[in-house]
Nanobody, 124 residues
Framework: QVQLVESGGGLVQAGGSLRLSCVASGGTLSGYTMGWFRQAPGEDREFVAHIRWIGGRTNYADSVKGRFSMSRDDAKNTVYLQMNNLKPEDTGVYYC?????????????????WGQGTQVTVSS
């Protein structure tokens, strides 16, 4: 059973940056596709980014392309989400998730393990 713990959220002004981390315990991240999702109040959880175990290929939602960057350090069992040029619409709870290697990776239902989330608030 993999447990995921996110950190790094906070309050930032528009145009600022934050770096989220997700540390896994109880197992290795090797073999998993890792994803970041976010959820604003009253809205569905939406895909932000994912990274493949094989080759480290990344995929981003159109709304964050060019601003967010996801990376992984399997030796530390950690994935990161670097968020630059943040906008108020980026506000929400950000969740880290782990799914099987070959999932498409853009739908929350594809992922097996979830963290508890970390709040990101961007003020205008």
């Amino acid at each position: 059973q993999v447990q995921l713990v996110e950190s790094g959220g906070g309050l930032v002004q528009a145009g600022g940056s934050l770096r989220l981390s997700c540390v896994a315990s109880g197992g290795t991240l090797s073999g998993y596709t890792m994803g970041w999702f976010r959820q604003a109040p009253g809205e569905d959880r939406e895909f932000v980014a994912h990274i493949r175990w094989i080759g480290g290929r990344t995929n981003y939602a159109d709304s964050v392309k060019g601003r967010f960057s996801m990376s992984r350090d399997d030796a530390k069992n950690t994935v990161y989400l670097q968020m630059n040029n943040l906008k108020p619409e980026d506000t929400g709870v950000y969740y880290c998730a782990a799914g099987l290697t070959w999932i498409r990776g853009t739908s929350a239902g594809e992922y097996t393990y979830w963290g508890q989330g970390t709040q990101v608030t961007v003020s205008s």
